[in-house]
């Protein structure tokens, strides 16, 4: 590994070099866990499945992120990680291989669970190459990059998935099309890793527990935890729920075509992109953090209700591209961590994954819960239901205090001077 640290002038364009390929090589994980919705009716055809199997085929990735998160997160947040990443990513290419061939039901939803241990990898890893390669007033920015980078593999993936199933022949071609660009991916990963310069910030050395001797108890132990993880419910609950169900039901009940759904859920992916990028200086023009985040995530009520009731595609389109930019929120949440007094580089990836973790809960049971009712209700009740979930939200938002203004202690030990709402 090069000698380098971040103040020289090769290095503070190589951390982003790092953000980036962090995102490239979680494109086909991204692609196939989160257009599950474009791919169930293809794959329901394929295998016969019931309302209920689809959810749970669904929810085993989420189910997988809940499961695993902590221990991943404990595991590598541990060491250097972008080396061990770049396993983790092989693995990634066998279970999408995996799933591209195999005919049976519970197959298919245990490789969708494991593929999980790879996409909640990503959590530790950022969360270590943020607090090694920048400064601490950087953190919403980075965090703001990397979210507006998967809000363009979902644009791109929402858009395509469902031509490339017309073009490719269905859907375990489209999987080994992704195996491909995993493949890829991996290999530019394991360059970029391997020509990495040093981290400027102190990083966990690996073996021992944190040297201030608190480890997850002491986040535990912190009520703004759990605040965050409250706010990481609400939306998610219904973001699953809309994404697995809402492209048959549009489909079925509203005459909605398989394009239009597509590019619904394609623009309302496109617009988390220049929502993530504007979430700083949005924030500090309400000068509250808790406002941002209250009318953030109280707007997704009325937005997720009326894509229920509304069959124009042009007004689905119009509600699509608020809808995203809604989520504006998203890399504020995973920013606020940092935030967190005495928390060191651990301890911020710890509190991640347990926000993480309550946002694979509530991704896990929107489906699967609503898969279950679906099969005893009309379906446009159970997505109208869903709909008022980002209330939950709300309630944690409101209970998260606004950081204290002044002055915030680098990860690694650097002060530096932040405004009150970053």
Known sequence: MAEATAGDAGVRPYRWLLIGALVLCSTSM?????????????????????????????????FGQLVLTLPVTAWLSRYQPLRTMGFVYV???????????????????????VLAFAFVALNPVRTLIIAGWFRRDEVARVNSVFNSGFGVVQTVAFWSTGALLGVLGGWREVLWMLVGVATLSSVAWFVVAARAPRPAYALPSGGA???????MGRVLRRKQVWFLCLIGIGGALTWATYLTFWPSFAQDEMGV??????????????????GSLAAVWVMRLMRSRRLFLVVATASQVPL????????????????GLVQGFSWIYFPIM???PFDFEGFDARDIALAS???????????????????????????????????IMPLISVLGAVLLADPPPGPMREVGGTETALASAS
Request: hydrophobic letters at 55%; proline letters at 4%.
């Open 91 to 113: 693995g990634a290419i066998v279970l999408l291989a995996a799933a591209a061939v195999t005919p049976w039901y519970w197959v298919q939803v245990g490789i969708r669970f």
């Open 30 to 62: 991204l692609w196939y866990g989160f257009t599950i919705g474009v791919l169930l009716p293809d794959i329901s055809d394929d295998l016969g499945l019931r309302p209920a199997q689809e959810g749970w085929l669904s929810s085993s990735f989420y």
């Open 257 to 274: 075509s398989k394009s239009v759904t597509g590019i619904v859920l394609g623009v309302s992916a496109l617009t988390i992109i220049p």
């Open 334 to 336: 995973l920013s606020i």
């Open 304 to 319: 997720f209700g009326l894509w229920a009731l509304v069959d124009q595609p042009v007004l689905l389109v119009i509600i």
């Open 353 to 387: 994954a347990f926000f993480i973790v309550a946002n694979s809960l509530a991704l896990t049971l929107g489906p699967a819960v609503s898969g279950v009712v679906a099969e005893q209700v009309e379906m446009r009740t159970v997505l109208l239901v869903a709909a």
């Open 209 to 215: 527990e944190d040297s201030n001797g608190g480890g």
